[in-house]
């Protein structure tokens, strides 16, 4: 039987908000979903890979810059964080430590938004419990890097860190046109923002538009979503990273 290949293109591990670790369809776990290097801390940040198949797996870990244009997210590369080790085989069973090494800090006060790919590495052969179709899955992890003499505001502090605290600051808005109606949303301040649970609340309603994660809004950024049928106008709410409540949007 000859042997297809099936690509499982970016598989994003920060689907899954409430947990520390992710699985996905294949055997590979990977934790934590959202690793952070501040400056005034630490120069790395681990993340762990475990397996728990049956088969040792290849894989490949590379940073890349992330930014957000035209509504699209843009992946480039860069040496400013590299993943040690590139190149991994991970062993039944058994977790292996990439630690994510900021070479080059951000500017006092700047953040820096990068995307960790961990890409399965398809052996040349395939073994005997692997034939048929496979599928060579892609984790994507968001890592984000802030510079000297800040923090990240994200929520999730029982109290304030030390220096400037960066946080986003979200600007809605609802446009109606002919492929139906979109909710662009803008951040405006230093930080992404990462929103879940979003509703829009209408005299006749709450409209859920997303009961788990909606996506990334990264800073200086503009994205957007389609609305659902019928839906035009509303105050929009949603979580914003690692707050515990929803909050209301600013509309623009």
């Known amino acids: 039987m000859r042997t297809r290949t099936l690509f499982a293109c970016c598989l ?3 689907t899954a908000l409430t947990s520390l670790a992710v699985q996905a369809a ?7 979903i959202n690793p952070l290097i501040e400056a005034d801390r630490q120069k790395s940040a681990a993340l762990w890979l475990e397996n728990r198949g049956q088969e040792p797996v290849d894989v490949q870990v590379r940073v890349l810059a992330w930014e957000q244009e035209e509504f699209e997210d843009r992946l480039t590369s860069q040496k400013q964080v590299v993943g040690s080790p ?4 991970l062993q039944p069973g058994k977790r292996q430590l990439v630690r ?5 800090p951000p500017s006092a006060g700047t953040l820096r938004t990068y995307r960790v790919l961990v890409d399965e590495v398809l052996p040349p052969q395939p073994r005997p419990s692997q034939l048929g179709v496979q599928f060579q899955m892609r984790y994507s992890v968001p890592l ?6 800040a923090y990240l505001d994200d929520g999730a502090r029982d109290a304030p860190g030390q220096g400037q605290p960066l946080a986003p600051d979200l600007r809605y808005r609802v446009v109606d046109g002919s492929n139906g109606a979109f ?14 649970q979003v509703d829009l609340s209408r005299d006749s309603g709450k409209q859920p538009l997303a009961e788990g994660l909606l996506g990334y809004v990264l800073p200086g950024a503009q994205m957007r979503w389609p609305l659902p049928a ?20 600013a509309a623009e």
Do not use: D
């Open 26 to 32: 294949s055997s590979i776990l990977i934790w934590p």
């Open 100 to 104: 994510l090494v900021n070479l080059e």
């Open 86 to 89: 590139p190149m991994a085989t």
């Open 230 to 249: 019928g839906v035009r106008s509303g105050q929009v709410q949603a979580r914003i990273n690692e707050s515990r409540h929803k909050q209301p949007l």
């Open 12 to 14: 994003t591990l920060t």
């Open 144 to 149: 984000f890097v802030v510079g000297p003499g």
């Open 183 to 196: 909710l662009y949303l803008r951040n405006l301040g230093p930080a992404p923002a990462r929103l879940s």
